[in-house]
């Protein structure tokens, strides 16, 4: 089975920095990925780790430490457009189906 | 551009019925998947499939069936519709060679009264 964890709400400022987390307990782990999904939307990939250690892409930031099942999002210089939800996702290996399981997102609201 | 295609964008369905959703990509992914996303629950899988002629069951697979008689396809079909199947409803599709990112569908608002 697998379980994944991260905070339902989070509130930040704009020109801030946020930091989100995800814990996860799984077999056959195989990478872990961060979406962004804004109401109404379908989800958008925003950044991948397989290997510990941190990947950054502009304003965002993903970092994973294997041995603790720990992932965070980092965002910098909010911007209002940046509310939304950030969903974490763990993919399973080829021979679990490598499927993709969810958490259930975390909302963040930024404010002026 | 096409990615991946799902129909209808919404639906409204009396309880008993049936119907299929339509999912479609033209990526040559092999994994193709469906979720449905409630209020609060994050998304949670339905049916998953790793090529044309193989399904398996996701986290909550009762009441819904799935075939993938080609790579393009994978429709979803709600045997007979309940109120507790009213969601919001996509489907994703990514390459073998993992991890790579799933690209998802712009999804099926379905409300079952």
């Known amino acids: 089975g697998q379980n994944i964890d991260q905070p339902t709400e989070m509130t930040a400022t704009e020109g801030a920095i946020v930091q989100i987390n995800c814990t996860y307990q799984?077999?056959?782990?195989?990478?872990l990925f961060w979406y962004q999904q804004h109401a109404g939307e379908a989800p958008t990939f925003l950044s991948y780790?397989?290997?510990?250690g941190l990947e950054e892409k502009g304003r965002f930031s993903s970092f994973l430490s294997r041995s603790k099942g720990y992932s965070y999002l980092l965002l910098k210089e909010l911007q209002m457009k940046d509310s939304a939800s950030y969903l974490c996702a763990v993919s399973r290996v080829y021979n679990q189906g490598g499927k993709l399981i969810f958490g259930q997102g975390t909302e963040l609201s930024v404010k002026p | 551009n096409a990615g991946v295609t799902q129909t209808p964008k919404f639906q409204v369905l009396k309880t008993g019925q049936s119907m299929t959703l339509q999912c479609a990509q033209d990526m040559n992914h092999e994994y193709m998947s469906w979720y449905r996303q409630d209020p609060g629950m994050g998304l949670r899988l339905i049916h998953y499939s790793v090529g044309a002629g193989i399904t398996d069951q996701g986290e909550v697979p009762n009441g819904y069936n799935v075939s993938r008689s080609t790579t393009e396809d994978f429709p979803l079909r709600l045997l007979s519709a309940a109120p507790s199947q009213t969601s919001v409803y996509f489907c994703?599709?990514?390459?073998?060679?993992?991890?790579?990112?799933?690209?998802f569908g712009q999804g099926t608002r379905l409300t079952v009264v």
């Open positions: 994703a599709s990514r390459a073998r060679q993992v991890p790579t990112e799933a690209f």
């Open positions: 780790n397989v290997l510990d």
């Open positions: 799984t077999s056959g782990f195989n990478g």
